[in-house]
């Protein structure tokens, strides 16, 4: 195997003078190649049939493949794996991304696979595929995670020791927690078919303007999530830290090399492939969304409202035209990172563009859940359709049971923020159902500020339902009850957990039930 130094035969006896032990000559060594660090998965476009798994190395290496194989039956197939590379505009430092596409699976199946590449000991992980067809499945969500490292040197001023004496004292380098480690132990203690990650996953923007490596970020990250995500697809959307200045014409080169996601033909080019894209699970369309797109605040590396030139609106409505046509399917979730509620009192807030560009289309063809981050605490609307017309074009509630929700009669809002970031405002919300909401922007930057301020209007919320006001971290749990068509009924019974310590453990907060008709049993 090129890269590995082949065993040499001994010809001297074990301790005769000037000679190794034949034992130390046997022995090969793998110095020169990087290890397979970092794996995760992503599902394919059409995920009962299709699995990408992925790793990272610091340089090129030879032959990146992935065995596959099953729990039965060993390991066989072999499966050439794509590179991709880019080079950060700040460190300069070159990433190579390794891509291997496994087709051909059978739905619900359960594989082991190992991925490898020359002079590397392989990695082995497992994944179960998705179902084909109505059954039942459960997945999780959260948003803004960071990574819990300590790659950033604390500078006491002059004069204040450090509390350890004449040792140095480090802390993250992104706003991350001990959280953000925890909550991998958590998820897999659920032990979902997949996790939706709802943007701003490990802050390397931030890493990067505080004089830190973004591309290190992203490696902790990943590092850091490999033990859930070797074993269940991860599936992103891209927040404002994913807008990494001077990394490509939009600042994402960095999320849309490491991700290999389902494809896209209305983000087929250069620019915006992987920005927005969907998939299938059961009878549950998944839509992903990247809504700096449309997002009036300002808060990425470079402003990026209007970037698409209006092809992932007309993306998206067509994606939801063709979900609510379909007899297959019952459901439609939407993940995006800025949402079109909250409650906070001094954090983002709502934003009014998302509410104008994609609120209508939501209710015209029904969306029923929407998952979203960007505020670091966890808050569900009521069911919405509709707005006031007002400057803040506020949604409007269809029902107000906080147990059993109908999405057939309004679209649930989530905020699930809360999955690790340090920046927690769980404390900072309006007692009262009031919210604020992006309205315009400053017409220039404060000084010192890297980008242009808010400007909000406060609104009442009739919208509100729950918030988390006590805890600090926390994902959701979704579990989809297809029904029968004798009923003709569908259920999502969703548990938000808040979870202590390396294991994970999980503690209840809100549960709740989504209920609708199914698509096969419409006249």
């Known amino acids: ?31 020169g190649a990087p290890s397979v660090s970092g794996l995760h998965l992503q ?51 070159e990433v ?60 006491f001023p002059d004069g204040v020791p450090s509390p350890l004496g004449r040792y140095p004292v480090f802390t993250s380098s992104q706003v991350g927690s001990p959280a953000a480690a925890d909550i991998v132990a958590a998820v897999e203690r659920v032990g979902p ?28 990250w990943f590092i850091n999530n490999s033990r859930s995500t070797r074993l269940r697809p991860w599936m992103p959307c ?83 035209r063709a979900a609510r046509d379909s007899r297959e399917i019952d459901w439609i979730v939407v993940c995006m990172h800025h949402p079109m509620i909250s409650s906070s009192m001094h954090g983002s807030g709502s934003d009014l563009g998302i509410r104008e560009a994609w609120g209508p289309l939501f ?4 969306v029923d859940l929407v998952v979203s981050g960007h505020e670091h605490y966890y808050e ?19 029902d107000t049971d906080p147990d059993l929700v109908y999405t057939d009669r309004g679209t649930v809002h989530m905020i699930i923020g809360a999955g690790g970031n340090a920046a927690t405002t769980q404390d900072d919300l309006f007692e009262q159902p009031k919210g604020r909401v992006v309205v315009a922007l400053e017409d220039k930057p404060r000084p010192g500020a890297p980008y242009r301020e808010s400007i909000w209007v406060t609104e009442d919320a ?29 259920r999502m019974r969703v548990t938000y957990y808040t979870f202590d310590g390396p294991h994970g453990d999980l503690t209840p907060v809100d549960t709740f039930t989504l209920e609708r008709s199914r698509a096969d049993a419409r006249d």
């Open 462 to 490: 009739p919208w509100a339902a729950v918030q988390d006001r006590r805890h600090t971290h926390g994902f959701a749990a979704f579990d989809v009850d297809p029904g029968d068509r004798r009923t003709g009924r569908t």
């Open 96 to 155: 190579y991304v390794h891509h291997a596409r496994l087709c051909g699976l059978r739905p619900a199946t359960t594989y082991l696979y190992t991925a490898g590449h020359d002079g590397a000991s392989p990695e082995m992980g497992s994944f179960t595929t998705a179902p084909r067809g109505r059954a039942a499945f459960t997945f999780t969500s959260f948003g803004d995670q960071a990574t819990p490292n300590l790659r950033r040197q604390v500078v």
């Open 380 to 398: 569900r609307s009521h069911p919405v359709r509709g707005t006031l017309p007002n400057d803040t074009r506020t949604p409007v509630p269809s």
């Open 43 to 93: 599902f394919g476009t059409d995920p009962s049939g299709e699995m990408t798994v992925s790793w990272i190395t610091p340089q090129s290496v030879g032959r990146p493949h992935v065995r596959l194989g099953s729990p039965d039956g060993g390991l066989g197939r072999v499966v050439e794996a794509e590179t991709r590379t880019y080079r950060d505009s700040l460190s300069k430092d």
């Open 363 to 366: 209710d015209a063809y029904g």
């Open 238 to 320: 891209a927040g404002n830290h994913e807008n990494e200045g001077g990394n490509g014409p939009i600042g994402a080169l960095g999320y849309q090399t490491y991700f290999s996601l389902p494809d896209s033909a209305a983000s087929s080019d250069d620019e915006t492939a992987g920005m927005w894209y969907a998939f299938t699970v059961g009878a549950v369309r998944f839509i992903s969304l990247a809504n700096d797109d449309v997002a009036i605040q300002n808060s990425g590396d470079t402003y990026l409202r209007g970037y698409s030139g209006g092809a992932q609106q007309r993306w998206l409505e067509r994606e939801l």
């Open 1 to 31: 195997m090129a890269g590995v130094a082949a065993p040499t035969t001994a010809t001297a006896s074990a301790g005769e003078a000037g000679e190794p032990s034949p034992l130390l000559q046997s022995t090969p060594h793998r110095l």
């Open 193 to 220: 078919l997949f996790n939706l990650v709802n943007g701003d996953l490990c802050y390397a923007s931030y890493s990067g303007r505080h004089g830190q490596s973004r591309t290190a970020t992203w490696a902790d």
